[in-house]
């Protein structure tokens, strides 16, 4: 409810001017609906609104600051919406690290990358030769270097003691997992999930989709052996090949 206060006016004192001005009042509050009544030693006139007509807080009785115990407290909301973001932000980062975690190990591999060229190397990176190869990996035997983008290959001996023209990827074509050559069983069996590819690298179980991947095996003049990309067709399967060339 409004109220409307108008100055003190000492009896006796009236004049035609302040009554005009009384009759003003009244005119204004019957057009506002709001009451009027006279305050005593109140310099100002004011007028008091409903705060809740304006979407506003109003003062709480002489002066404080409000508080949840008023019945009139309106809580900062931006405050709570701050607090709530936070809450968001702190749930959020440990859970898409998780996710992360969780679709690296579940995805499959990247295909197996492929440079132009590559001088095979042992374990320890230092650059092999034919002839220091062959002397150390007899006939049949299929062991590994270091291939295109340092990817674990294989270099095979063949029965004449001759490297193979070729060489094999040793990265599954599943999860990723280094194949080891089973000689037993003349495969390659993935020890991680079981896929079995043959002797040249075929897959022939899965879950491993895809065979392994080829890569040329050159000689160079100065003996040293060089790996290069395969580009045609995978003699395996007639296809082209699927890894990237």
Not at 6 to 22: D, I, L, N
Not at 133 to 140: D, F, M, N, R, V
Not at 198 to 210: E, F
Not at 213 to 242: C, M, Y
């Amino acid at each position: 409810m409004l109220a409307f206060t108008s100055s003190f006016v000492p009896q006796g004192t009236a004049s035609r001017s302040s009554t005009s001005r009384v009759v003003r009042r009244r005119a204004v509050a019957e057009v506002t609906g709001a009451g009027w009544r006279r305050r005593p030693l109140q310099p100002f006139h004011m007028l008091y609104a409903d705060a809740a007509s304006r979407g506003q807080q109003r003062p709480p009785p002489g002066g404080g600051g409000g508080g949840a115990g008023d019945e009139n407290y309106v809580p900062d909301m931006g405050k709570r919406v701050l607090m709530n973001w936070m809450l968001v932000g702190a749930t959020a980062v440990p859970a898409s690290i998780m996710a992360g975690m969780y679709l690296a190990f579940f995805m499959p591999p990247k295909k197996a990358g492929q440079g132009q060229s590559a001088l095979a190397r042992d374990a320890d990176g230092l650059e092999l030769t034919k002839d220091k190869y062959l002397a150390t990996h007899k006939p049949g035997s299929r062991d590994l270097v270091q291939g295109l983008n340092g990817d674990a290959t294989y270099l095979i001996v063949k029965e004449n003691g001759e490297l193979e023209s070729y060489g094999l990827n040793a990265v599954c074509t599943h999860l990723g997992c280094v194949v080891p050559w089973n000689a037993a069983n003349n495969k390659y069996i993935c020890p991680c999930h079981g896929s079995q590819y043959d002797n040249t690298g075929k897959v022939v179980r899965g879950p491993a989709p895809l065979s392994l991947a080829l890569t040329h095996v050159n000689v160079g003049e100065d003996g040293s052996i060089e790996i290069t990309p395969w580009k045609e067709t995978d003699f395996r399967t007639g296809q082209k090949p699927w890894w990237k060339t």
